[in-house]
């Protein structure tokens, strides 16, 4: 890393020109497939493309693509309670992602997590309007959401078994594909 020579030490970030272009690419991607879906009441394709963009691009990129992809909703939407749902459930999708990813390449456990996530979904956000409104409203919020859970559960977990492989294999050669070329520039470069 290096240091600026200021009164005040700052490290410049270790991220190349690459992943200052992806990270922003793929975050668009994710607000444009989420409203490409939108009309669908709780299908959508926002898990799958995190737990891709883990697997191919690792936790930290991800990381950084849900923060901007959060705080890109807040420009949409306004600022609600939700949000800070949004803040720790798609971090914490991506963390299980990248350390399902390190133990299997199948895409059913992905699947698998992509149901449970959904189905569990409204539970949470249940947890964090009964911080705000009361025990009571979560309860209510949760109950009344249920079925959505179900249909969020079961896309998800569709969408995983169909398309995670698919999405994964482009994605990793496009990444491969790209870093071939860059290292072959950057060797004329030197030569």
Request: aromatic share 18%; net charge positive.
């Amino acid at each position: 890393m290096m240091e600026m020579n200021t009164p005040l030490k700052f490290k410049v970030s270790n991220l190349s020109v690459h992943d200052i272009v992806l990270i922003p690419l793929l975050s668009a991607s994710l607000t444009a497939g989420k409203m490409a879906l939108s009309f669908i009441p709780n299908v959508e394709i926002v898990t799958l493309l995190f737990m891709v963009y883990a697997s191919v691009f690792g936790f930290k990129k991800t990381f950084l693509v849900s923060i901007i992809f959060s705080t890109i909703e807040i420009f949409l939407y306004g600022l609600q309670t939700w949000l800070i749902g949004y803040y720790i459930l798609w971090p914490l999708l991506i963390f299980l992602s990248a350390m399902l990813y390190k133990k299997t390449q199948s895409e059913w456990p992905f699947a698998f997590l992509a149901l449970t996530f959904g189905l569990c979904f409204g539970l949470f956000f249940a947890m964090i309007e009964s911080i705000f409104y009361g025990f009571s409203y979560g309860i209510v919020y949760w109950l009344r959401g249920i079925p959505f859970d179900v249909v969020h559960g079961a896309s998800n977990f569709v969408l995983g078994i169909f398309l995670y492989r698919p999405l994964e294999n482009l994605l990793s050669l496009l990444r491969d594909k790209y870093a071939f070329q860059h290292a072959i520039q950057n060797s004329c470069k030197t030569q």
